[in-house]
């Protein structure tokens, strides 16, 4: 039976969905993940959850310690690591609350702590390959979960992740789109990259929130339109991700 890694995870802390739930506080080599870590099922499978930005939202993107999220999932013995995102959309086509199911990143970070591999054992140095960062078998149980739920989705998009916190200049959010950028967020690139260091098969799915700020017809994104438009949608991807649970279990 696999055992599931989830990061993200607004809205499956519900008690309701994960059943026999217990936190624990872990260190690994890394320092701490960014929240306790909930372990419990959903529909009879194990799951480990661990909240990106901590439980009360105080860790800003370049300070998530994405290390010792992937590698406290490791070691919990996670077969897969299914990832939650907010993303504004670069595109016309993808509306807010749509969810896409992305293939492809692009790395706009800075200030990351990107890799596990600080030193090379002698002669055998670690790059790892990431031209599919995204695990495709995880990706089709996502767009299968989305049909069989009739949710508005895109099966495959490329997000650029930028530092943050701040959003971007019109000129930027032009550029990425000119880039061939679907999506913008402040999160998915390093955890991805991490995930594949760690040899753990990763997909997330993005919920559209706003059009970030090239479309002139509409005000620049505020986090309080990030806010309602994720609350307001939730509920498809807490659904969608135990649908997927139920495919992977
Ligand atoms: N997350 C949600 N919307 C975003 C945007 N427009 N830019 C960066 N991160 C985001």
Redesign the pocket.
């Known amino acids: 039976m696999a055992v599931i890694g989830i990061i993200g995870g607004s809205g499956l802390d519900n008690p309701d969905i994960i059943k026999n739930a217990k936190d624990s506080i872990i260190t690994n080599k890394w320092g701490e993940p960014s929240s306790p870590v909930k372990s419990g099922t959903i529909s009879g499978t194990e799951v480990h959850i661990i909240g990106r930005h901590g439980r009360e939202h105080t860790i800003p ?1 370049t300070y998530v310690n994405n290390r010792a999220n992937i590698q406290a999932l490791k070691d919990l013995g996670c077969d897969y690591i299914l990832a939650t ?5 670069l595109k016309e086509e993808i509306d807010r609350g749509h969810l896409v199911i992305i293939d492809q990143f692009i790395d706009f970070t800075r200030r990351r702590d990107l890799t596990f591999h600080e030193t090379f054992e002698p002669h055998t140095p670690a790059h790892t390959p990431m031209a599919e960062p995204f695990d495709n078998f995880l990706r089709d149980k996502m767009s299968e979960s989305c049909r069989d739920l009739g949710i508005t989705t895109h099966d495959k998009g490329t997000v650029v992740t ?1 530092e ?1 916190p701040r ?2 200049t019109r000129a930027e ?1 032009h550029m990425f789109r000119a880039w061939g950028a679907d999506i ?4 998915t690139a390093p955890e991805a990259i991490l995930a594949n260091e760690a040899g753990i098969p990763y997909a997330a799915v993005a919920m ?6 090239w479309k002139t017809d509409e005000e620049p ?1 505020t986090w309080d339109d ?1 806010l309602k438009n994720f609350q307001e949608n939730a509920q498809k991807v807490t659904s969608m991700l135990i649908k997927t649970i139920e495919k992977i279990g």
Do not use: E, K, Q, R
């Not at 995102?85 to 959309?89: I, L």
């Open positions: 993107p995102t907010a993303v504004g959309s930028i943050g959003f971007s959010s913008i967020n402040m999160s559209s929130t706003d059009y970030d700020c994104v990030i």
